[in-house]
T-cell receptor, first 114, second 111 residues
Framework: NAGVTQTPKFRILKIGQSMTLQCTQDMNHNYMYWYRQDPGMGLKLIYY???????DKGEVPNGYNVSRSTTEDFPLRLELAAPSQTSVYFCASSYSTDSNYGYTFGSGTRLTVV | LAKTTQPVSMDSYEGQEVNITCSHNNIATNDYITWYQQFPSQGPRFIIQGYKTKVTNEVASLFIPADRKSSTLSLPRVSLSDTAVYYC????????????FGRGTSLIVHP
């Protein structure tokens, strides 16, 4: 029972480079989320998806893009990486947006932009 | 969404009971209270949820007074492995609810 799997776990990018953070869940959850967490801070929502083909912006979407072609996968794309995007990125999924249901998080991707 | 307020940090010692209180003065009738735990270098994980009175599971207890304007997460006899950040979330049942995580409460358990 893998839950939510994120790859890679660590990555160093140079300014201006691009990359895709991968997120896969095997729980058949419709809802998936991307958060970023800066040191000593809470999690900020970047993008979320309520099902395949449907995505929406969260609190801090600038500099990122997402797609949701399947229920299982929700990749996060960084274009033209900037030092301000140095952070830990967490992917999460849930059965619904009803707060009765818990949210399952991946173990995170630690990204450094130099 | 109901705004929550919780202490930034707490310290405790092994074997003690720890109580972390969260204020949510504008909680709505349909809102549930959920607590998450985050260990260093890991994503948050769900630990307990409640609507009113008391809820207990194998990890923690959650106390919610009748006015529901606050809630208290209780961790019995903490150990070093309970050192983590604890987040209090308030969200609507049956609604379109996207969880937002503030800074949480950083609990440090000392030997």
């Amino acid at each position: 029972n893998a839950g939510v799997t994120q790859t890679p776990k660590f990555r160093i990018l140079k300014i201006g480079q691009s990359m895709t953070l991968q997120c896969t869940q095997d729980m058949n959850h419709n809802y998936m989320y991307w958060y970023r967490q800066d040191p000593g801070m809470g999690l900020k929502l970047i993008y979320y998806s309520v099902g395949a083909g449907i995505t929406d912006k969260g609190e801090v979407p600038n500099g990122y893009n997402v797609s949701r072609s399947t229920t299982e996968d929700f990749p996060l794309r960084l274009e033209l990486a900037a030092p301000s995007q140095t952070s830990v990125y967490f992917c999460a999924s849930s059965y619904s947006t009803d707060s009765n249901y818990g949210y399952t998080f991946g173990s995170g991707t630690r990204l450094t932009v130099v | 969404l109901a705004k929550t307020t919780q202490p930034v940090s707490m310290d405790s010692y092994e074997g003690q009971e720890v109580n972390i209180t969260c204020s949510h003065n504008n909680i709505a009738t349909n809102d549930y209270i959920t607590w998450y735990q985050q260990f260093p270098s890991q994503g948050p994980r769900f630990i307990i949820q409640g609507y009113k009175t008391k809820v207990t599971n194998e990890v923690a207890s959650l106390f919610i007074p009748a006015d529901r304007k606050s809630s208290t997460l209780s961790l019995p006899r903490v150990s070093l492995s309970d050192t983590a950040v604890y987040y209090c979330l308030v969200g609507e049942s049956g609604g379109s609810y996207i969880p937002t995580f503030g800074r949480g409460t950083s609990l440090i358990v000392h030997p």
